[in-house]
């Protein structure tokens, strides 16, 4: 009996420390422990990180080696390091942005969604998580990326800071894709549906952008395209970033691709994790 | 016993509960209260409507009419005050199953705002507590079923919570394994805790709960305590198995023809080759084997059961339990299938 009136001083005690209110420290502690568990997961099952470990190698690899000379000219791949060293920095964070949407679509199938549902925390912490892990990710891939483009001769002809202003750059933007595709991943039925689905958008967006060849070499309706796409803005900020050039114009665009999306598919996003049963 | 509610207050109240999916009634105006301290068992069949009323009840959710409140907290306007005061142990396992069964706890623990350190006491009491201390390293993955309900309980209590909802805690479990289970819930309903259990199975029910609610199609059709429903139902079956079976139709004329007190609907099961004869006391089953042994027939086999949720229903309703059954008295248009949200 003893034991029951413990349990009954509790809500009475929650109820007065503010109402069921999270407060910041307490959201971010969640954050905290959402994220560990995220990297837990990682831990118990290293497959998960072999998109990360490869794929920077093998895009570079297979872009400067096979497409290099035919893009810049034989002879010339060290020149297209430089050139496309940064934009496949654009690309990582699209990709793996990709995977956020297949993996949270496969997370909330299990059962212990419901349970964090059933708790007293900000349920948009659940996701704000996620996407932390995966910004480590990300900088995991792109680190790799820059040691394989530094062994392939890539030479920063600016200085750290503006280095690590690409990083960053590419960082936030991929953080405000990772919402688009949480949001996908929540509405859709299965991981191969959003896979399929994000492929679509992926795959044009990638190769009709500036990521890979100068568009001015492309006809004049793609050229179009590559202006009003973002991966184009990233890709341009980080090469000048990283190559030197007038950098404010394209920074302040990838900013506010950036901005947009997460303030469009953010909110949209946690409203569809609080709905869904 | 400072804010102690009063004793017969009721933790869980629900008042004309309704949410419909589609044209499916998944909860068609449900009452029900627990008590605080009591298990109320909420018996039915598939798609009666018990998951959906457990998953209101957490906030998980929105009911399309009438009210529950939760120690006093209303689902709908102080969800987040009441996710502080339950615990959910649902059908499927709800731990993480890449993460070990510490890391589990722990996580939970920290969610729920306590220190790292508490987090960890916690979680290596409860591990303890749920013989789990062994396999506490191990990933939930390669637990057993039992194990891993054993380790979705342990995750529920760590808050203390004042109310515990278990959604069939033991459908899909082997005999062994549902019996650990019930032998946890019991020491937490002997430790105080109040419990809302959802259940097919009336033997789980009799085991755990003290009240129970029956409910079918989302509507309440029958309450009250253990006991009195049993009776109602006729208390057990005592089946008979004779050594000549074709001595079948006479053994159960004879025990009908003998009038015995209060035993009548004898029936003769011959898919089984038995004889079933409801009975309420142990003076009936003497009762019916010493006359047996007077009339001179050879027993092969003798048992009795509870009677099965079908067998419950039939009493209760008239009707069985199956969904489109002729007898139905909802509008016959409407689809009734299982519902699971």
């Known amino acids: 009996m003893t034991t029951a009136t413990a349990t009954l001083e509790r809500p009475a005690k929650a109820a007065a420390a503010g109402e069921g209110r999270i407060g910041l420290r307490a959201n ?48 010339n791949q060290q020149e297209y390091v430089n050139y496309v060293v940064p934009g496949l920095m654009a690309m990582m964070g699209m990709n793996i942005a990709m995977a956020v949407g297949t993996g949270i679509n496969d997370d909330f199938k299990k059962g212990v969604m419901d349970r964090f549902r059933t708790m007293p925390i900000a349920r948009s912490s659940v996701l704000i998580a996620k996407i932390v892990v995966e910004l480590g990710r990300m900088m995991i891939a792109t680190l790799i990326l820059l040691g394989v483009g530094f062994a392939l001769g890539l030479s920063i002809h600016t200085d750290v800071l503006h280095l690590l202003g690409a990083i960053a750059l590419s960082a936030v933007f991929g953080a405000s894709l990772m ?20 492929m679509l958008v992926l795959m044009p967006l990638q190769f009709g952008s500036s990521i890979f060849a100068k568009p001015t070499t492309m006809p004049g309706w793609l050229e179009g395209f590559t202006k009003v796409n973002p991966l184009s803005n990233l890709a341009d900020a980080a090469r000048a970033m990283i190559n030197g050039g007038a950098v404010a114009h394209s920074v302040w665009i990838t900013l506010a691709w950036s901005v947009g999306i997460t303030a469009v598919t953010a909110p949209l996003a946690v409203a569809r994790f609080r709905k869904k049963t | 016993m400072t804010t102690r509610l009063s004793e017969k207050g009721a933790a869980v109240e629900v008042r004309g509960l309704v949410k419909h999916y589609g044209r499916t009634k998944a909860l068609d105006g449900v009452d029900l209260d627990v008590r605080q301290g009591t298990v109320l068992g909420v018996l039915g069949p598939n798609g009666a409507g018990k998951t959906t009323l457990v998953r ?50 722990y996580m939970i623990g920290r969610l729920l705002d306590l220190s790292s350190r508490q987090a960890k006491a916690r979680a290596d009491e409860l591990l303890e507590r749920f013989s789990l201390t062994e396999a506490a390293k191990r990933p939930a993955m390669q637990y057993s079923g039992g194990m891993r309900r054993r380790l979705d309980l342990a995750a529920s209590m760590i808050g203390h919570p004042a109310v515990l909802y278990l959604d069939e805690p033991t459908t899909g479990l082997d005999p062994r394994t549902r019996n650990e289970v019930w032998e946890e819930v019991q020491r937490m309903v002997a430790d105080g805790a109040t419990v809302l259990l959802t259940t097919q199975y009336m033997e789980e029910a009799e085991q755990l709960a003290s009240e129970l609610t029956v409910i079918d199609r989302g509507r309440v059709i029958a309450n009250g305590r253990v006991a009195e429903l049993k009776a109602k139902v006729g208390g057990r079956t005592l089946q008979i198995v004779p050594t000549d079976p074709a001595r079948l139709s006479a053994m159960a004329t004879a025990i009908s023809d003998a009038r015995l007190d209060g035993i009548a609907g004898v029936q003769t099961d011959l898919a089984a080759g038995a004889v079933n004869v409801p009975i309420l006391t142990d003076e009936q089953l003497t009762a019916v084997v010493g006359l047996l042994a007077t009339c001179g027939f050879g027993i092969a086999h003798i048992g009795t059961h509870l009677p099965s949720l079908d067998e419950v229903f039939l ?4 009707r069985p339990t199956e969904p489109r059954g002729p007898a139905r008295t909802a509008a016959p248009a409407e689809n009734k299938e299982e519902v699971t949200v």
């Open chain 1, 28 to 75: 971010l502690r969640h954050i905290g422990a959402l994220a560990r568990r995220n990297m837990l997961q990682i831990k118990q099952d290293p497959e998960s990180m072999f998109d990360v470990l490869l794929m920077p190698v093998i895009f570079t690899l297979l872009f400067v080696y096979v497409f290099g000379g035919a893009v810049a000219g034989k002879g």
């Open chain 1, 179 to 198: 919402w688009i595709f949480i949001l996908l991943g929540l509405t859709m039925k299965t991981p191969q549906a959003v896979q399929g689905v994000a």
């Open chain 2, 56 to 105: 209101v009840l957490s906030t998980l959710v929105k009911p399309d009419a009438g009210s529950a409140r939760v120690a006093g907290y209303d689902v709908l306007r102080q969800p987040r005050e009441l996710r502080r005061v339950i615990g959910l142990t649902g059908q499927y396992a709800s731990v993480d199953e890449k993460l070990s069964g510490r890391e589990n706890l």
């Open chain 2, 315 to 318: 009493a209760i309703t008239g």
